[in-house]
């Protein structure tokens, strides 16, 4: 049963003999519903917070479910885009391992054709310059063998010059020339005088054999056998500038 303060105040008692004293119990009611009244204000204080309370833990409650809504979402939303990221990554990480195993197949095929072009161009170059160096070798070989022949030739030439100087020289020992001098004053003088002379009609004379030179001079102007060298191998075939042209 609710009692209110208004009650207890009111409230009579019978009367009985030797009963309690009327003015100490009603101040003991009238204490008793003041503090009833407090009470009941305290009650309803608390009622008014506990529904306050309420309230706030419905919003909180809604907050709550609201938060747990939204983490839920982000952690599916995260868990969604770490999926991605993953997948991303792993798509990012395969074409750039193909590329770069193109990339690798490339270099080498392309490392393998240098080395490859690299290789027969040494080897032609190798070719060439043994090509090269033979034919050097035939022509020195062939100059050798001019040079050869070009020494022979000048060596029978000297020595045929040499045998001529020695001739002549061996000549001039023997050759007088005061004697020459003076037989070519001589006839000089004679034909001075013949043209001094007054023109008579007789016989024209006979002309006079010349002067022959001495036997000796005559001696030098003798053809000496030279000897004929026989041209080398390489000047039958041609010099090594007739080759060039």
Same mark, same amino acid.
């Given at each position: 049963m609710k009692i209110t303060p208004l009650e207890i105040r009111k409230k009579v008692f019978e009367k009985q003999l030797r009963g309690y004293d009327k003015e100490e119990v009603n101040a003991f009611l009238l204490s008793l519903s003041h503090e009833w009244e407090n009470a009941l204000d305290q009650i309803k204080t608390l009622e008014t917070q506990v529904k306050k309370s309420e309230e706030e833990v419905v919003k909180?409650?809604?907050?709550?479910? !609201?938060?747990?809504?939204?983490?839920?979402?982000?952690?599916?939303?995260?868990?969604? @885009?770490? &999926?991605?990221?993953?997948?991303?990554?792993?798509?990012?990480?395969?074409?750039?391992? @193909?590329?770069? &195993?193109?990339?690798?197949?490339? !270099?080498? !095929?392309?490392?393998?054709?240098?080395?490859?072009?690299?290789?027969?161009?040494?080897k032609q170059i190798l070719e060439s310059m043994e090509d090269e160096l033979k034919e050097l070798a035939r022509v020195y070989h062939m100059l050798e063998d001019h040079r050869d022949g070009v020494l022979n030739e000048l060596t029978n030439l000297s020595t045929v010059t040499l045998q001529r100087v020695q001739k002549v020289s061996d000549n001039l020992r023997h050759f007088d020339i005061d004697a020459r001098l003076k037989e070519i004053r001589r006839q000089s003088d004679e034909e001075l005088n013949n043209l001094k002379q007054p023109q008579q009609k007789q016989p024209a004379p006979k002309p006079k054999p010349p002067v022959a030179p001495p036997a000796d001079l005559i001696e030098d102007e003798e053809v000496i056998d030279e000897p004929v060298s026989k041209p080398s191998s390489n000047e039958t075939e041609g010099s090594f500038f007739d080759e060039l042209d």
């Open positions: 909180l409650r809604d907050v709550e479910a !609201s938060l747990y809504k939204t983490l839920k979402t982000a952690e599916d939303t995260g868990a969604n @885009m770490i &999926d991605q990221a993953k997948r991303a990554a792993d798509l990012h990480l395969k074409e750039t391992q @193909m590329n770069a &195993d193109a990339l690798l197949n490339e !270099s080498k !095929s392309k490392a393998r054709n240098i080395i490859e072009d690299a290789e027969l161009r040494a």
